[in-house]
């Protein structure tokens, strides 16, 4: 028992590390491009812009309809085959993270579009803005708040996800974990530990998905 906990102590900050130095780095930028993909992909598919529509569609089905740590797979192992290479691990886990949420994160942002009236469009352009303006200035923010909920899930989601990382030699936590119990032979007490580092990182996301709905509410009833 004392062993064990004398293991648990010791290698604590030795996950830790990791954690903050490469799992939420790589969560926070993969989720930033995400956002950036999923607005873009959602605003095509509102505006049907035919063929656009299309492409967005089909990118939307393969990566829902395929897991992600085949997708991390096809991307490290498999594109190198046809002359594609990787600067680094982390750039493509970056990349791979980035369009899977993008993709999931898109059709929440669409439904979120959806769900604004056409009333509100209509008296967009009886002022005289046109289809962006309308959209960058009534459409999206509305959107966008009604959405807050679904992708901070997607984001504390994200953290988790990173954990498959180490498939592809990413040095993060669960990655480190692996390593120390090569000379520990303590799986048990180590992926306890690891574990638990996820579920302080989450639930920090959770308490801050909490704060901005908060302040986000606050906003809507002080405008109404």
Same mark, same amino acid.
Not at 24 to 53: E, Q
Not at 139 to 161: E, H, S, T, W
């Given at each position: 028992m004392e062993?064990?906990v ?7 900050t030795?996950?830790?590390?990791? /954690? ?10 993969s989720f930033?491009f ?13 505006a049907?812009?035919?063929v656009?529509? +299309?492409?967005?569609k089909?990118?939307?089905w ?8 085949v997708?991390?797979f096809?991307?490290?192992? /498999?594109l190198?085959?046809? /002359? ?9 886990a970056?990349v ?6 993008g993709?999931y994160?898109?059709?929440?942002i669409r439904?979120?579009l ?8 209509e008296? /967009?352009?009886?002022v ?5 303006q309308i ?10 708040r009604?959405?807050?909920p ?20 990413v040095t ?9 119990i ?5 799986? *048990?007490?180590?992926?306890? +530990?690891?574990a638990?580092?996820?579920l302080? *990182? ?11 709905e ?5 906003q ?5």
């Amino acid at each position: 028992m004392e062993h064990a906990v004398e293991i648990f102590v010791s290698s604590f900050t030795r996950i830790l590390i990791p /954690g903050i130095l490469v799992s939420i780095p790589l969560t926070l930028i993969s989720f930033f491009f995400a956002l950036v993909i999923a607005v873009i992909v959602a605003m095509i598919r509102y505006a049907n812009i035919k063929v656009l529509s +299309e492409i967005c569609k089909f990118y939307v089905w393969v990566i829902r309809g395929t897991p992600l740590l085949v997708q991390l797979f096809f991307m490290y192992y /498999g594109l190198p085959k046809i /002359g594609v290479f990787w600067s680094s691990p982390f750039i493509c886990a970056v990349v791979v993270f980035a369009l899977n949420e993008g993709a999931y994160a898109s059709e929440t942002i669409r439904g979120a579009l959806n769900s604004v009236p056409d009333g509100q469009i209509e008296a /967009g352009y009886c002022v005289g803005m046109n289809f962006v303006q309308i959209m960058l200035r009534i459409v999206l923010p509305q959107a966008l708040r009604a959405a807050v909920p679904a992708l901070m899930n997607g984001l504390i989601g994200m953290v988790k996800d990173t954990s498959l990382a180490s498939n592809i030699t990413v040095t993060e936590m669960l990655f480190q974990t692996k390593t120390i119990i090569t000379t520990t032979y303590e799986p *048990f007490i180590l992926y306890i +530990e690891v574990a638990l580092i996820y579920l302080i *990182f989450s639930t920090v996301l959770s308490r801050v998905q909490v704060i901005v709905e908060k302040k986000m509410n606050a906003q809507v009833g002080k405008a109404s």
